[in-house]
Structures are given as C-alpha cells and as structure tokens.
C-alpha cells in the first residue's frame, strides 16, 4: 500500500517569514495529493490539493509543488502569520480510493 | 463544518466495556471513514464504506467494527476497550461525484475516547 512520510515533524519560525513542509509518497500510481490544517482542538480542514497533471498550484500565501519523477511534494506558506499555527497533514490517494495521511507537522509562528 | 456530526463529544470508559461512536452527516455523500488519532503517528484509516452495502478495513481494523445503517450513519464500535485504544476518533466523509476535489474529504468535530 502506499506510505507518505512528512518532514519535519516541528517547525518553528517567526511571524513573516516562509514556512516549507515536505512530503514524499510510494505509490507512482498516486495522482491526488491534499493538505489538511488542524487548529487546537478543532477537526482537520482541506486546505490545497494537487492532482499530478500539474507541477504547481498557488492560493493566495499558499503554494504546492509536486514532483512526480521523485514521488515528492511541498507545502510553501509565504509571509506566516500566528493564524498559520497549527499541525498540517498532508496525503496521497490514486484518485478514487481512500487517503494515506503522513504523520502531521506542527507549524509554530511566532510574532 | 456542521454537516458532520460525532457523538459523543467526549467519552472516559473502562477496560473490558463495549462502545459506540456514532457519525452522521447531512452532505449526502455517499463515502464514510472512521479514523484514529494519536500525537506524532497523524490520521489512520479504521474502516471505510463507499456505499451503505459496502464495509472495508483500514489500516488499523484490529479491535474495532462499524456499521452503516444508512447512507447518512456510520458507527465505529469498539467490542472491549482496552487502554491503548485511548485516542480521538474522527469521522469523514466524501463525495467522488463533486468533480473539483474527488476525495476532498469533510471531517466531524471528532471523539475523545478514554479508557481506563
């Protein structure tokens, strides 16, 4: 089955500057890859999605970045904010089967 | 998102008692997940249905079963609770029919589960 591991686990950066999360995936037939943020003590939300037809998507102070040579992709969050704090997960899926989560990063932004 | 619901939003049980964890949903999606979160190890997937007669273990169905009583109910239960199945519990849904996202998938406010 597939495995999606995440790195780094934590991740400290002060209010302003650019957070970057990094997962990577095992199922070459994986083509749906999500970003979900949990907040404290609230559920997890979809955040960004990439399907493997693009390289490259963006929403506002978000971005994600796929590789599929190297079965990896990326979360960019520009200009942090302490509202950006908070455990954000990532996932793979072929599409039309359920979702391999990573273990979860927790974002930290420090004002 | 209050189209999701959980109950109990809390509960503390002892070893050896049975349990359930109800989930509904008023999306009218077709596809319903049960996971298990624990700190540092993320979301994993317990059971999984695509469709009221269809029933699918995850990663982690050992010690748990469900039921999918309708298209807008599923039921995670734990037979004999034991501590290690101490974690919060989180239903989801998801609808491949929406076109934009196929497995964007809704989660519930989540259940925390205690065993003693």
């Known amino acids: 089955g597939e495995n999606v591991e995440q790195h780094p686990s934590t991740l400290s950066v002060q209010e302003g500057d650019s957070a970057v999360i990094k997962c990577t995936y095992s199922d070459s037939a994986s083509n749906y890859f999500p970003w979900y943020k949990q907040e404290l003590g609230k559920r997890p939300q979809l955040i960004i999605d990439i399907r493997s037809n693009v390289g490259e998507k963006k929403d506002q102070r978000i971005a994600v970045t796929l590789n599929k040579t190297a079965k990896h992709f990326s979360l960019h969050i520009t200009e942090t904010q302490p509202e950006d704090s908070a455990v954000y997960f990532c996932?793979?899926?072929?599409?039309?089967?359920?979702?391999?989560f990573g273990k979860g990063t927790m974002l930290l932004v420090s004002p | 998102d209050a189209d999701v619901t959980q109950t109990p939003r809390n509960r503390i049980t002892k070893t050896g008692k049975r349990i359930m964890l109800e989930c509904s949903q008023t999306?009218?999606?077709?596809?319903m997940y049960w996971y298990r979160q624990d700190p540092g190890l993320g979301l994993r997937l317990i059971y999984y249905s695509f469709d009221v007669k269809d029933i699918n273990k995850g990663e982690i169905s050992d010690g748990y079963s469900v039921s999918r009583q309708a298209q807008a109910k599923f039921s995670l239960s734990l037979e004999s609770a034991i501590p290690n199945q101490t974690a919060l519990y989180f239903c989801?849904?998801?609808?491949?029919?929406?076109?934009?996202?196929?497995?964007?998938?809704?989660f519930g406010p989540g259940t925390r589960l205690t065993v003693l």
């Open positions: 999306k009218g999606h077709d596809r």
């Open positions: 989801a849904t998801s609808d491949p029919r929406q076109g934009r996202s196929t497995d964007t998938q809704y």
């Open positions: 996932a793979a899926s072929t599409g039309y089967s359920t979702l391999t």
